[in-house]
T-cell receptor, first 114, second 116 residues
Framework: DAGVTQSPTHLIKTRGQQVTLRCSPKSGHDTVSWYQQALGQGPQFIFQYYEEEERQRGNFPDRFSGHQFPNYSSELNVNALLLGDSALYLC?????????????FGEGSWLTVV | AQSVTQLGSHVSVSEGALVLLRCNYSSSVPPYLFWYVQYPNQGLQLLLKYTSAATLVKGINGFEAEFKKSETSFHLTKPSAHMSDAAEYFCAVTSNYGGSQGNLIFGKGTKLSVKP
């Protein structure tokens, strides 16, 4: 049983460009959340998707957007990249209807903006 | 609003010594609390979670944590450190675990070093 998978694992982008990160949740999970972890910091919640809709959002600008597909996989898009967007982007999956269910994290996508 | 404070960005212990990583939380509603571990260049792995059942929670790799409401604390302990415990540890809080899964508020992390 595959856990949470993310792609790509590493990428380098130039300021002003756009990036798309991908996540496949753990089998049986229907909820995907995205987090940004800057170097030396704890992860910060970006947003959560359930039933193909954004259900919750953290304090991130509209440059950050996402999508969830019918198979529960998800994408994180960041437009007009800034140097400060360089970070590890973590995807987490869970099952919203299961009380006490564990939240699983992927290995993350390392984004470097130059 | 909820928040987490991890006291000590870096903790160093000798192999075989007690590990104590401190976490204090702030929450206006009953919290659900978690400890995650992150090894270099990897994602987060759940060590243990408190979801309003027993206040003493046992996790993987010999770790445990005690929820103390009066002290708003959820410190992580392990009786005897092993070299493989060297990693970064994050405490996290959320509320309404069933209804808002995934919206975790993390502390800044504590890096644990284990000396031989």
């Amino acid at each position: 049983d595959a856990g949470v998978t993310q792609s790509p694992t590493h990428l380098i982008k130039t300021r002003g460009q756009q990036v798309t990160l991908r996540c496949s949740p753990k089998s049986g999970h229907d909820t995907v959340s995205w987090y940004q972890q800057a170097l030396g910091q704890g992860p910060q919640f970006i947003f959560q998707y359930y039933e193909e809709e954004e259900r919750q959002r953290g304090n991130f600008p509209d440059r950050f957007s996402g999508h969830q597909f019918p198979n529960y996989s998800s994408e994180l898009n960041v437009n007009a990249l800034l140097l400060g967007d360089s970070a590890l982007y973590l995807c987490a999956s869970s099952s919203i209807g299961s009380t006490g269910n564990t939240i699983y994290f992927g290995e993350g996508s390392w984004l470097t903006v130059v | 609003a909820q928040s987490v404070t991890q006291l000590g960005s870096h903790v160093s212990v000798s192999e075989g010594a007690l590990v104590l990583l401190r976490c204090n939380y702030s929450s206006s509603v009953p919290p659900y609390l978690f400890w995650y571990v992150q090894y270099p260049n990897q994602g987060l792995q759940l060590l243990l979670k408190y979801t309003s059942a027993a206040t003493l929670v046992k996790g993987i790799n010999g770790f445990e944590a005690e929820f103390k409401k009066s002290e708003t604390s959820f410190h992580l302990t392990k009786p005897s450190a092993h070299m493989s415990d060297a990693a970064e540890y994050f405490c996290a809080v959320t509320s309404n675990y069933g209804g808002s899964q995934g919206n975790l508020i993390f502390g800044k992390g504590t890096k644990l070093s284990v000396k031989p």
